[in-house]
């Protein structure tokens, strides 16, 4: 607290306070913004995505049928839910 005169120190914490919490109020609707958007708009596979040129496909390496053919197992959500939500919940209080 050096930098600013003993008179103004209480305006700057309350106003550094004042901050985080606006901070913490929009950043949960910018992530959901964000998340939409880009579910909307990313393509695992760049031959699919809507606004891709033909030039751009021309320079991507040839597909292979492993690839197109591979297959993952499902992500078991339960199990890291479970191990997630302490921490979650440590994190919300």
């Not at 597909?63 to 993952?72: G, Q, Y």
């Amino acid at each position: 607290m050096n930098w600013y005169p003993s008179n103004k120190r209480g305006f700057v914490q309350g106003l550094t306070h004042s901050f985080s919490r606006l901070g913490n109020a929009l950043t949960p609707p910018l992530t959901a913004v964000w998340v939409l958007v880009y579910a909307w708009y990313f393509r695992n596979d760049p031959r699919k995505h809507p606004h891709i040129r033909a030039e751009e496909v021309a320079g991507l390496p040839p597909e292979t049928r492993a690839f197109a053919e591979t297959t993952r197992e499902p992500t078991p959500w339960s199990r890291l839910v479970k191990r997630i939500a302490p921490t979650m919940m440590v994190c919300f209080c």
